[in-house]
């Protein structure tokens, strides 16, 4: 019983030692020492909301060339970065083999065309004898079977010629595009064999004054991502320089990467100084929405709320939209705060577009100083328990 009551005693004191302080710091307070509204003036200007995505550079088109003959590499007329016209020639395979098959299958096509003679004027001659009754009808048949085996014969082998004759006109490589070669994969004396997917001998890049940005966006943000919308850029290259673009195409198969799911976008970008380069990597800002000569507040006006005992505007004083709920702002009228419901509009996370409610010029309250950044008055009290400053209370001499 003793213990309860020491503790009472105790809890007692120190209720009437906080009292006693806070009476000594406010008996002398005063409307003046509550903190200063901080004003900010209502602007007009652009207000956009963005999201972010990183992806590389690629040229808007571009094409492997390959080859659809096997052989060994006798000549490359191209290197990297070398500028090519469409039909120009970039390689060449090894023809002699090619050649050979040629001569092969064109003597194959002469004889067959001697055997499809001989066996004609055989056919015809029996012919008469039968219309004589000097052959019989098995003879003819036969005769009339051998000619026209010998015309498929010569057909096979006309077909065959025309093979060999595509097949060496493959062993020279063409551009199929004017551009630039961005890549060669092979040497000269080099084997390449062709199959069922036919080797890259060279990348060429139809145009570099057009790129297009293989950008990767996140799936909560991808439903915000349009065709046409405006896209600013940077690359690490340059550094400070922006570059402009525009989407054109959200592509509908995702991608996934540890679980978290993307979405390619493909952007596409002017590239006149051919500054940007295949391979680059874009740092993209992609503007979803944008609003211009918007009346903007900033959003630290909206989360504002005086302190009390802040002077306020009598709200008799202060006309009131009609029909605006939802959102209100502060302004500052002569030092005295006024509340004021709004309407907003977009928020890009700095400021905020102002639909009704506000008109550029006006003053809305952003914050409220603190008392502990205001200056204390010539002669306020100070606390008893707080020690002085040294050298405070000395007398002068």
């Excluded at 406010?26 to 903190?35: E, H, L, R, T």
């Excluded at 029996?126 to 000619?147: C, F």
């Excluded at 009609?322 to 509340?339: Q, T």
Aim: charged residues 25%; glycine residues 6%.
């Amino acid at each position: 019983m003793k213990k309860l009551l020491k503790i009472v005693i105790v809890l007692a004191i120190v209720a009437g030692v906080a009292l006693g302080v806070k009476a000594f710091f406010f008996k002398n307070a005063k409307p003046d020492s509550i903190g200063a509204l901080v004003s900010a003036k209502v602007t007009q200007g652009t207000i956009a909301t963005t999201i972010s995505a990183t992806g590389s550079l690629e040229p808007v088109d571009q094409v492997e060339v390959g080859t659809q003959v096997s052989g060994d590499i006798a000549k490359i007329h191209v290197d990297f970065n070398s500028k090519v016209k469409k039909g120009q020639v970039i390689a060449e395979l090894d023809k002699s083999k090619l050649k050979a098959t040629l001569d092969q299958v064109e003597l194959a096509y002469k004889s067959a065309k001697i055997d499809l003679e001989y066996k004609q004027s055989t056919y015809d001659r029996i012919k008469k004898l039968a219309e004589s009754n000097s052959a019989s009808a098995v003879d003819l048949e036969t005769a009339e079977y051998n000619l026209n085996s010998a015309k498929l014969a010569v057909d096979r082998s006309k077909n065959e010629v025309s093979q060999a004759k595509l097949n060496l006109s493959y062993a020279t490589i063409k551009s199929p595009i004017d551009g630039v070669v961005l890549e060669r994969s092979v040497d000269v004396g080099q084997t390449v064999a062709a199959s069922m997917s036919a080797p890259t001998l060279f990348i060429i890049a139809k145009d570099l004054s057009q790129m297009k940005v293989m950008a990767d966006v996140d799936e909560a943000d991808i439903g915000q991502v349009k065709a046409g919308q405006q896209v600013e850029f940077t690359v690490d290259a340059f550094q400070g320089e922006t570059f402009s673009g525009s989407v054109q195409e959200v592509r509908l198969n995702p991608t996934t990467t540890s679980n978290v799911v993307t979405y390619t976008v493909v952007i596409t970008a002017e590239n006149p100084e051919q500054k940007l380069l295949p391979g680059m990597t874009a740092t993209c800002t992609i503007v979803t929405q944008k609003v211009e000569d918007a009346i903007m507040v900033p959003v630290k006006a909206l989360k504002f709320s005086p302190a009390e005992g802040t002077p306020m505007v009598d709200p008799k004083d202060m006309p009131r939209p009609a029909g605006l709920k939802g959102d209100r702002v502060w302004i500052n009228i002569n030092g005295k705060a006024a509340s004021r419901p709004v309407k907003t509009g977009l928020n890009d996370g700095v400021n905020v577009q102002v639909l009704k409610g506000l008109s550029v010029g006006d003053s809305v309250v952003v914050s409220q100083e603190s008392l502990a950044n205001t200056a204390a008055p010539k002669g306020a009290a100070t606390s008893p328990f707080m020690p002085s400053p040294p050298g405070k209370n000395k007398k002068k001499k």
